[in-house]
């Protein structure tokens, strides 16, 4: 009750002492845009490093106030024909004058700078020919979901920047044949940040397509940052797909406003909750969400996009970016369900978690592993989103959750492993456990969270099976039973590897900065305190937006059972912390195919031939390899998107 008398005073506070939440809204979307420019100019280490962790701390504080002072509360602005409009029309030129230098001046790509010109000149055409005949009622919404979203952003992508200090650092002095660019990086980086405020509160699609627009690009730069043929090349394919999902976008805003006369999303889902005719507007849309979330065949950008330094994966490629697609499909999931485009949603979502998770397998690059379990989990999110109902939506939005937090943390103990170890062959990490020990219990952390019991993530595939038999999908539910399944290879693999014990080993964790251990050890905890604490994240977090959203509200996993996987992770979280401490440890000799020759890591073979132990996994190269995979999957999400678009224009061709 405290809490809840002081947050209404706060926020009496803000609405009429003259402060305002709209400046605060502008505050977060402009201080890591302010801080971005300063980047720009800064060369220096120390200034540098001081600027990111001032700016980073306080881009963190803003969120949490924000999301403190607006939980349980719809907040809706209208900005209508101002300046900001215009504003945003000069943002999109300025986002095509960027892609046009670097496809038209610096690397000659004519054909994607066509496509940028096709979607510009249309949207500019209709910011014309509309120009007074739009509805702006409702340009900025802010309800439970978009608050998650700013935490997810502001949070995670606050702690990333500092990590990125030292690890970005220690990867100039790895890689001399780079050139320093570490003051565009983060230019780029606090530049994503600030796109990403703006995306999540805008409800006006306009305004929400400027900043999807400036994420493609900020994605494209941090791809190319080493400036290798690879790099460049990835970053293209990177660009020019998020740049088709853009045309979809522009094309479905063309004819919503022409149309209904308006842009807002939340009146597409009132109108296709009132049986009106936009299943072509919510099938543009969804097409766009699935390029910018790497939806199968869409896929390849992010896969190439490892080539990247690690937090770009972490923040652009895991936690954030990419959760941008899902956002907004997840805000159209009322709309979707029993309708063409939610079924081209489901089976592409479908069909990306199945094979997506299965192409993980024969995989050793850490990265790359990591990679194929965030498409996976994606399309997963996808799937539930087009199933339509309120279970689904529960769960697509707690996977968005615990996937956000988990996977930013494996990303970056992969990459600092990677810069200590020289590699992030997942074979290379024999005696890790003993090696690194600290961060082999981040990696542990990050995949418990990830597959197993009773970490957030499974419990979210418990209620995906509940909302796949509830909405009658049977196709689906076998796809969300197999592609779990094949989970368990990948993370129980990689989990083996790191906690084998190996004499011998010489500690290398001194290289790591304290940035560094800081973010680490905040995303671990951070696992474990949202595990912990599922049911309150679920009751006040996600539950007061359904129950707006869909009118009404009941639980999708009884209260008594999430609060029992609450306690077990508590007890797994202390006991082992607890268990054993302070006492003796035996140390006993290995047992080998052959003679120790006391060292427990050579031993002598047949012939009379040293031995070193090697532990090595087995990959079903044969079985799930990564062209059969993606070729499946490629081929059967492309004809689900012909065929349901096909249909979808073949009825609006009849009317």
């Known amino acids: 009750m405290f809490i809840y008398k002081l947050q209404l005073n706060i926020y009496s506070i803000l609405l009429y002492k003259g402060v305002g939440m709209m400046w605060i809204l502008g505050l977060l979307v402009f201080l890591p845009l302010l801080t971005a420019g300063l980047l720009f100019f800064i060369q220096g280490d120390r200034l540098r490093d001081a600027v990111v962790k001032m700016s980073a701390a306080a881009i963190a504080m803003l969120s949490l106030f924000v999301a403190f002072t607006c939980f349980g509360n719809k907040v809706v602005f209208r900005l209508g024909d101002s300046f900001l409009a215009q504003g945003a029309i000069l943002v999109d030129i300025l986002v095509a004058l960027a892609v046009f230098y670097y496809t038209c001046v610096r690397f000659h790509r004519y054909w994607i700078a066509l496509l940028e010109a096709i979607q510009l000149g249309a949207v500019l055409w209709f910011e014309y020919v509309s120009h007074g005949t739009l509805d702006y009622y409702a340009d900025i919404v802010i309800d439970n979901f978009t608050l998650i979203m700013i935490l997810i952003a502001g949070v995670i992508g606050s702690l990333i920047a500092v990590f990125s200090l030292g690890y970005m650092e220690a990867f100039q002095k790895e890689h001399r044949d780079v050139r320093d660019r570490r003051n565009f990086f983060f230019f780029v980086l606090f530049l994503f940040l600030s796109a990403m405020f703006g995306l999540v509160v805008s409800n006006n699609l306009l305004y929400m397509y400027t900043f999807w627009e400036i994420t493609s690009v900020c994605s494209f730069l941090l791809i190319g940052y080493t400036e290798s043929r690879v790099a460049v090349n990835n970053s293209f394919k990177a660009l020019w797909m998020n740049l088709l999902g853009g045309a979809a976008f522009a094309a479905a805003i063309i004819v919503m406003g022409l149309t209904y006369h308006s842009t807002a999303l939340s009146h597409l889902v009132g109108l296709a909750l009132a049986g009106m005719p936009v299943t072509v507007i919510l099938a543009l849309l969804l097409l766009c969400g699935f390029t910018k979330s790497a939806m199968m065949p869409f896929s390849g950008w992010l896969l190439g996009a490892m080539v990247a330094p690690t937090p770009t994966s972490a923040l652009l490629h895991s936690s954030t970016m990419v959760k941008a697609g899902v956002f907004l499909i997840i805000k159209l999931c009322p709309a979707l369900g029993n309708n063409h485009a939610g079924t081209m949603a489901m089976f592409v979502g479908g069909i990306t978690f199945f094979f997506a998770s299965c192409a993980a397998i024969s995989q050793s690059d850490g990265k790359k592993v990591l990679a194929y379990s965030t498409i996976s989990n994606l399309g997963l999110i996808v799937c539930c989103a087009g199933i339509g109902s309120y279970e689904a939506a529960w769960t697509a939005i707690m996977i968005v959750i615990f996937h956000a937090v988990a996977k930013s943390l494996l990303f970056l103990s992969v990459g600092t492993a990677e810069q200590q170890l020289g590699s992030r062959d997942i074979e290379r990490f024999d005696g890790l456990f003993n090696a690194m020990p600290h961060l082999c219990l981040c990696m542990v952390i990050g995949i418990s969270g990830m597959f197993l019991a009773p970490f957030g993530m499974l419990i979210s595939k418990w209620a995906a099976m509940k909302a796949f038999i509830d909405a009658g999908h049977p196709m689906l539910l076998l796809l969300l039973v197999f592609g779990s399944a094949t989970t368990i290879f990948y993370w129980a693999k990689w989990l083996g590897k790191i906690l084998s014990v190996m004499n011998g080993q010489e500690r290398r964790e001194q290289g790591i900065t304290k940035g560094e251990w800081f973010t680490l050890k905040t995303l671990s905890w951070m696992t474990i305190i949202v595990c912990i604490l599922f049911p309150l994240i679920s009751n006040y977090g996600v539950l007061p937006y359904l129950r707006i959203t869909y009118g009404f509200t009941r639980d999708v996993i009884a209260q008594s059972n999430l609060i029992i996987m609450s306690l077990m992770v508590v007890l797994l979280v202390i006991l082992p912390s607890r268990y054993g401490k302070g006492q003796p440890k035996r140390k006993v000799g290995a047992l080998l195919a052959g003679v120790n020759m006391g060292d427990d890591r ?54």
């Open 602 to 655: 050579n031993y002598h073979g047949a012939g009379d031939n040293i031995i070193p132990v090697e532990l090595r996994n087995w990959y079903m190269e044969e079985w799930f390899g990564e062209r059969k995979m993606k070729l499946s999957g490629f081929a059967l999400c492309m004809a689900c998107i012909f065929i349901q678009f096909a249909i979808i224009l073949g009825g609006v061709y009849r009317g």
